[in-house]
């Protein structure tokens, strides 16, 4: 097993005053982690799959009844993407049960699991997170996230959707499967991470599952707060591990001068239809470079997160 500093299994029990029992299942985990990592690592082959996430609440057949305009240049760009030979797919997240991160991570690291222990799969407490869009991210080769301009900065759904994906990016299963929220044994396990992971051994702290994956921006709105959300959405997402090709966070903005209702026609006009059929090119040209590697050829300090 990795020892950071060389400890042995007498010491750590006594370090962080747990049993053999407990530092056992510690151990179990890692080994666990190791081998998602490699999993995760291998090369993928066939096409390259391009997940689209629409961020907007407007709908043509519901309240709005118009259709949303950065939903409409994610349909574009995903087009372009397909006829570059990608397998792509449009999630729209206002057709999914997705509820609110409880923000256990704040407590202690692993008090934040993968999967999701707040809304586990196989159990009533599930959502469409936990069933379904989890596998769906890792099974992705590029991430093009769409999303208005609301209140000056992204969707409520979009901010949503990222904070659950807080799950990805780090966390690991539950130190005691019957009592998930165990904080005392969560801080143990944390600390556990902290003295045994080595950054050599890519899957022996915490995994950052998004590593690697491409990730492109589509922006609209009817006035300022274009660079406020992007700049939100690009620090959110290079930390999960993301990469941003050249020219891959699109914005398209109307006028406070104009009504709204003017504003259709100016974000999703032949500009920005052109640019974001450039955004697919750089995304689809970076997913196909970055398949050479995997998870583990990118750095983090895995006994931190």
């Keep these: 097993?990795?020892?950071?500093?060389?400890?042995?299994?007498?010491?750590?029990?006594?370090?962080?005053?747990?049993?053999?029992?407990?530092?056992?299942?510690?151990?179990?985990?890692?080994?666990?982690?190791?081998?998602?990592v490699r999993q995760?690592?291998?090369?993928?082959?066939?096409?390259?799959?391009?997940?689209?996430?629409?961020?907007?609440?407007?709908?043509?057949?519901?309240?709005?009844?118009?259709?949303s305009n950065s939903e409409s240049l994610l349909e574009s760009c995903l087009k372009r993407c397909h006829e570059l030979g990608a397998q792509t797919e449009l999630l729209l997240l206002r057709k999914y049960d997705i509820k609110p991160c409880k923000a256990c991570y704040s407590t202690v690291n692993t008090q934040c699991h993968f999967?999701?222990?707040?809304?586990?799969?196989?159990?009533?407490?599930?959502?469409?997170?936990?069933k379904t869009l989890y596998d769906k991210i890792l099974a992705a080769d590029a991430i093009i996230f769409a999303t208005p301009v609301n209140n000056f900065k992204m969707s409520s759904l979009m901010s949503l959707f990222l904070d659950r994906c807080i799950s990805l990016?780090?966390?690991?299963?539950?130190?005691?499967?019957?009592?998930?929220?165990?904080?005392?044994?969560?801080?143990?396990?944390?600390?556990?991470?902290?003295?045994?992971?080595?950054?050599?051994?890519?899957?022996?702290?915490?995994?950052r599952r998004?590593?690697?994956?491409?990730?492109?921006?589509?922006?609209?709105?009817?006035?300022?707060?274009a660079a406020l959300t992007i700049s939100s959405l690009f620090m959110t997402l290079n930390h999960f591990g993301m990469i941003f090709p050249p020219f891959s966070a699109l914005y398209a903005m109307s006028s406070i001068c104009n009504p709204t209702s003017a504003d259709k026609a100016i974000v999703t006009g032949p500009c920005f239809i052109e640019e974001v059929s450039l955004l697919a090119d750089n995304t689809i040209k970076s997913a196909k470079l970055f398949r050479k590697s995997g998870i583990s050829d990118w750095h983090t300090v895995n006994s931190a997160n």
């Design 210 to 225: 998004f590593s690697g994956k491409t990730a492109g921006v589509i922006v609209t709105g009817h006035e300022a707060g």
């Design 169 to 207: 990016d780090g966390s690991l299963p539950p130190a005691d499967p019957k009592k998930t929220k165990d904080r005392e044994l969560n801080k143990k396990h944390t600390e556990f991470i902290r003295l045994t992971a080595s950054d050599d051994v890519p899957g022996s702290g915490f995994i």
């Design 115 to 130: 999967p999701c222990s707040c809304y586990q799969k196989g159990t009533p407490r599930a959502d469409d997170m936990s």
């Design 1 to 36: 097993m990795i020892k950071q500093k060389n400890l042995s299994d007498r010491e750590i029990t006594k370090q962080l005053e747990i049993n053999a029992t407990t530092l056992k299942r510690f151990k179990d985990i890692q080994e666990q982690g190791i081998n998602e």
């Design 40 to 67: 995760l690592a291998k090369k993928k082959s066939g096409k390259i799959k391009i997940l689209g996430i629409s961020g907007s609440a407007r709908d043509e057949l519901d309240m709005a009844q118009e259709k």
